[in-house]
């Protein structure tokens, strides 16, 4: 947590971040004309904010696009502000409602696990329980089968799609459909994308959820810094996270 804090203290990082806050997925070059100073400064600034985990980044072709990548702000709340603020510090795992046209969403986390054990946490249904509020996945995971999301407490499933793509234990790619409400079925299919990558002893995921209508319900998307914290948490202490999600789905 020492290296996150450390980003947030210098204020033209504070400012990267509120510039990504407001437009998610931007290249250098956008970024670097909302801000005073040189590129090569703001490219500095952008290797601080990603060497925290702060800032992640995709390829489009010949561009790299920069996103705000809210886990570890997730992590520090579960840490230290919801002990004291809950209430008023959940609101900020939105960080942003709006993106262009068709919006994407793109959350990174590093955990000290291998690649094996963390492909077992995303597919086996009592692990994905686990740290996903009780909610199993149920599948033969194999590319075009189906899979179906459900509480062991709800009357309906929570969500259903297709595995697009099976490859473990590096990529998984799946279609979503939100079920537990009339407003989430309305919004339609969007897609999820699974993506280890090892890293000496701990392996990065980084998980894309993308295919969103511009202005999509944040229920859609807005579990995931929860449920990732859940994940890191499982496979690194091998207990449990609470978290305002899990709370909520023990409640009902």
């Known amino acids: 947590m020492d290296v996150v804090f450390r980003a947030l203290a210098d204020p033209t990082r504070r400012s990267l971040l509120d510039r990504l806050y407001e437009e998610d997925g931007q290249s250098l070059t956008a970024l670097e004309g909302r801000l005073p100073m040189t590129r090569i400064g703001v490219m500095k600034h952008l290797r601080v904010l990603e060497g925290a985990g702060l800032v992640t980044t995709k390829r489009r072709g010949r561009e790299k696009l920069h996103f705000l990548n809210p886990v570890p702000i997730r992590l520090v709340h579960d840490r230290w502000v919801s002990k004291y603020a809950e209430p008023w510090a959940a609101a900020l795992t939105g960080l942003k409602r709006q993106l262009e046209e068709q919006m994407e969403k793109v959350f990174e986390i590093y955990i000290k696990t291998t690649p094996e054990r963390l492909w077992e946490a995303i597919t086996d249904p009592e692990l994905r329980a686990r740290y996903s509020f009780g909610v199993r996945v149920d599948s033969d995971w194999e590319a075009g089968s189906r899979y179906e999301s459900a509480h062991p407490n709800g009357p309906v499933a929570i969500a259903a799609g297709e ?7 590096r ?49 859609l998307y807005g579990g995931w810094p929860m449920i990732l914290s859940g994940l890191k948490t499982l496979l690194e202490t091998g207990e449990d996270l609470t978290t305002p999600g899990s709370l909520l789905y023990a409640n009902a």
């Open 163 to 169: 595995n697009l793509e099976v490859d473990p234990p």
């Open 171 to 219: 990529r998984l790619v799946q279609s979503f459909t939100a079920l537990w409400s009339d407003e989430v079925k309305s919004e339609g299919t969007s897609r999820v994308t699974w993506e280890i990558e090892p890293v000496a002893d701990s392996c990065r995921l980084t998980v894309t959820h993308d295919q969103l209508r511009e202005g999509a319900n944040e229920e």
